[in-house]
């Protein structure tokens, strides 16, 4: 594949590019969803293809194909060339690729277990089994599980990445993951619902470590006892304990988004959304001096893992907030060039047919030093929120509103009772400036982050320790 790549380039710049990329892309998923206790679908599907960007005259190019021959590849530039070439009459931009550390060497992630050594029926079998021990577990408290939707996906994804000014970097990483949703329901408390998703990048072992049947049985039954237990939570001002899944969305919406450098100078608008943050706003106070929020490709395992980024600059821990202040944006090369520093590695791709843009990876908020005990025995009045039902946030990621599903009532230093669908709404800054302690207990979340069009879905990790939030005003859902 490298000398076919390396044909692409040298046949672009031939062509009279002044930069030219060539990209494979292969992906190889099998996927087996449970739906209600029945097998709803299994698939096997493979992509494989190339794309090459090119930028003429300050202007940038883009094409893809997946017919992996010279012809294909050269109808692919060509194509790439003349959209550069039409740009570049019609407005001046001026694009560039910054600097960075461009990579050459490859990265292979090794599974323990290997997705080819566990069948459909096998999948199939775990989740069943699972299903049933969340069936059992919510009738113990009374309620029913009428919806129920599992879905296990496992891939593997093989890059190369060729470029004209030296990059040349490959990839294989296996990855995994669960998504469920389960519906609990009584006809006199009505419904409530979980979502959640996991993943790693890794084989069939990270299952293993997740232990489905026992994970399945204790989501079940706490979201069992949601519904049949919960009453209404204080209004008013009061201290908020959030746990590691709401600051884990929180990292990634209020503080990964804002960040990204195409959000910042406007290129993602009318897609994916605007952000609160300019182009001036390093050193902006957003939060108190114990909110380091942090965006790390190369965390081992992580579903967002990657050591070069889809331009081929090396990855490196990304730091957004440090101390409570505006630190750094994430950056590919175009958008460095245009703020003068060099990429930090941030620019992914879905699929070979995918532009490479602006992406977050693991974002996270880093741990502090208290136990979880510490932060309730100073709560007087206060809620524990552990996760959400739901949550949205306006397109310049200030205003955000969180539900939360299994939330339980702070008096006197000690948890007490469940309450139903406590509602958080504040904004950015003020989230962020009412933490006056962080715990010690770092944890992450699998998502999908959505953005531009056509959308790109990606994985990446969200996550955080359990957190403390003084004075924050809180209402309630009927």
Known sequence: MEDLLEFVVDFALRMGADYAEARFQSDITETVTLKNGVPDASTLSETEGLSVRVIFKGALGFASTNRLNRRASKEAAKRALEGAKAASKAVRLGVEMGGGELGRGRVEVRPRVSFEHVDMDARLELLKEADGRALEAVKDVGAHLPARIFTLDTWTTEKTIITSDGVNVSSSTPRVALSVFMTAYHPQRGTAQRFFDLGEAAGWEAVERWNLTRLFREEAYSLGKVLMEAEKPPKGVVDLVLGPEVIGLVSHESSGHPSEADRILGREAAQAGETYLKKDSLGMKV???????????????????YLYDDEGVKARRRVLIK?????????????????????????????????????????????????FEELVEDVKE???????????????????????????????????????????????????SAVDAVGRDLQFQAAYCGKSDPMQGIPVWTGGPHTRLRGIRLGGRT
């Open 382 to 432: 206060g809620v524990y929120i552990k996760n959400f039902m739901e949550w949205n946030i306006d397109d310049r990621r200030l205003n955000q509103r969180y539900v939360g599903l299994e939330a339980y009532r702070i008096e006197g230093g000690e948890v007490k009772g469940l309450v139903r669908n406590p509602v958080l709404e504040v904004t950015t800054t003020g989230l962020w």
């Open 287 to 305: 939060g108190s001096q114990l909110v380091n929020v942090v965006d790390d490709p190369t965390i081992e395992r992580s579903f967002g893992f």
């Open 323 to 371: 101390e409570g202040v505006i630190n750094e944006f994430l950056h590919n090369r175009e958008t460095a060039s245009v703020f003068g520093v060099e990429s930090n590695g941030a620019s992914r791709a879905s699929a070979y047919n995918r532009e490479p843009i602006v992406r977050m990876a693991n974002t996270f908020l880093e741990p502090g030093d208290y136990t």
